[in-house]
């Protein structure tokens, strides 16, 4: 075909244009280039490709002429290179992948609500990991981060407590509280590279994301994603040729 590079443009130019609709609500008629510039602080890709979308909408005016109301004809091709880049962007923008296609599976460290807090304290030096999920009776009810026992630990020496008695007496589930858990957030499994990307960007003193069966207190932990899995994500990112974070 002729224009076969200009119909694949369009139909993910067209594709990009309903996706940035749905997400700011905006109006049928709204500009391309307001939508993307009014998107950049709703939607990640949007704000990485913030330049590549609006010089987009530019050169989509430069290769379509309307002729009628109902018939659009190209007037000009663009290059492989251009129709497969707004393709990628199409691609992340409105089918994004999912965290759990990107990493895999690790194994997750954990100890259960009952135990003794020396069990934590063990469990650490074996898996050298910072955060444990604390289970009681199967149902997750928290995390136990490393650096907050440690706080725990120090706050009871200081106070004249027993060390011995604390670590060997003290249930594991007795030291998990609210506001140590707002330090982690829960997502489903169904939750996109972006998301994840997002939450970390948001609150700055995220520790991890924990991945649930629905993103809900209480199921098993799926898997957990800290900023030092952040590399992996990105040469998985790299294979669909987008920009890396």
């Not at 002729?67 to 199409?90: K, R, W």
């Not at 089918?95 to 807090?117: G, Q, T, W």
Request: glycine share 4%; aromatic share 10%.
């Amino acid at each position: 075909m002729e224009y076969e590079n200009a119909a694949r443009f369009l139909k993910s130019y067209n594709r990009i244009e309903n996706q940035l609709k749905i997400l700011y609500g905006g109006k049928a008629t709204q500009n391309f280039t307001d939508l993307v510039k009014r998107c950049t602080d709703l939607n990640l890709t949007v704000r990485r490709y913030e330049n590549e979308l609006i010089d987009y909408g530019k050169l989509r005016n430069a290769i379509v002429h309307r002729a009628t109301d109902s018939e659009e004809v190209f007037i000009a091709n663009p290059c492989d290179n251009v129709v497969e880049n707004i393709e990628f962007i199409e691609k992340q923008l409105c089918h994004p992948p999912r965290l759990m296609d990107a990493i895999k599976i690790k194994k997750i460290a954990s100890v259960f609500a009952d135990k003794p807090l020396i069990t934590a304290v063990e469990t650490f030096a074996e898996t050298w990991q910072k955060s444990l999920v604390v289970y009681d009776h199967g149902k997750m009810i928290g995390m136990i981060n490393s650096y907050g026992l440690y706080d725990k630990i120090a706050e009871h020496a200081r106070s004249g407590g027993d060390l011995n008695d604390f670590l060997m007496k003290t249930p594991c589930g007795e030291i998990v509280d609210a506001e140590m858990l707002g330090r982690y957030k829960l997502m489903s499994k169904e939750a996109t590279v972006f998301e994840v990307f997002k939450a970390f960007e948001e609150q700055k003193n995220l520790l991890a994301v924990i991945i649930t069966e629905n993103g809900v207190l209480g199921e098993r932990a799926m898997n957990i994603i800290t900023p030092a899995d952040f590399p992996r994500i990105n040469r998985y990112l790299e294979t669909y040729n987008v920009k890396t974070f």
